[in-house]
């Protein structure tokens, strides 16, 4: 091993440190205020200088793909391995659970699918690959009987639309409600295996609690930022 060598490794390491640090600081500045926060100031918060950040990131755009290529990254994984198992019901429920999962854990998600290039290059190609593993899962499913006959992949990705608005809503007083509307949701399905999960309606407190409030008087998302790799 070369003294070259040695010195490049750990300028490797920080410039991977760095730019995920840049990533999980975007993360939770888009959950609070949308894709509008300019890069100078995700270097500010991130306490990092704004020409590492435009080393990693020449603009704004191209962070917002990074992260929309992270996160559909995921959802790729998640769908591949619901695919390889051999019953139909089970797998579309196994992503369905999975990717809920992940949307419920991820405030920013909306608004990075709502800025991201998705109709050009390697994101629009992501987002079709995806797609194609989604309509997989959903024709075995229905020709196995396993969901009403005219449930469609349209109903996957609505089905993920609705568990987001629950969760971001209700993160903070009962966390775990969206599980509840996930089981309901799937049992309108037909899909089988689906049934309660036990967790409760939410209380009047909590759904005091959870009502909109005005902008000025929201609290900030205390949530961590998504993990690279879900956990199913």
């Known amino acids: 091993m070369s003294p070259d060598t040695q010195h490049q490794r750990p300028l490797r390491a920080d410039a991977e440190r760095n730019r995920r640090l840049i990533m999980t600081t ?7 205020r949308g894709a509008t926060v300019p890069l100078n100031e995700i270097a500010r918060e991130a306490g990092i200088g704004v020409g590492t950040v435009y080393r990693r990131f020449p603009d704004l755009q191209s962070l917002v793909d990074a992260l929309f290529t992270e996160r559909f990254t995921a959802f790729l994984d998640l769908a591949t391995r619901a695919a390889e198992l051999p019953d139909p019901a089970q797998a579309l429920r196994h992503y369905l659970l999975a990717a809920a999962q992940w949307r ?5 998600l909306e608004v990075i699918l709502a800025n991201a290039s998705v109709d050009t290059g390697p994101v629009a ?15 075995r499913a229905v020709t196995a009987g396993a969901v009403r006959e005219d449930f469609a992949s349209a109903d996957v990705y609505a089905f993920l639309y609705m568990i987001g608005a629950v969760a971001d809503r209700t993160n903070g007083v009962a966390p775990d409600a969206w599980r509840r509307y996930a089981e309901v ?4 399905f037909g899909l089988e295996g689906a049934t309660a999960d036990g967790t409760s309606a939410l209380t009047d407190r909590q759904l005091l609690d959870s009502w909109p409030k005005p902008p000025g008087e929201q609290e900030a998302d205390t949530r961590p930022p998504p993990p690279v790799t879900p956990s199913t």
């Open 104 to 108: 419920a854990e991820d405030p920013a």
């Open 26 to 32: 975007a993360d939770r500045l888009f959950a609070r």
């Open 185 to 188: 949701l799937m049992v309108g």
């Open 125 to 139: 190609r992501t987002r079709d690959h995806l797609g194609r593993l989604v309509d997989g899962l959903t024709e």
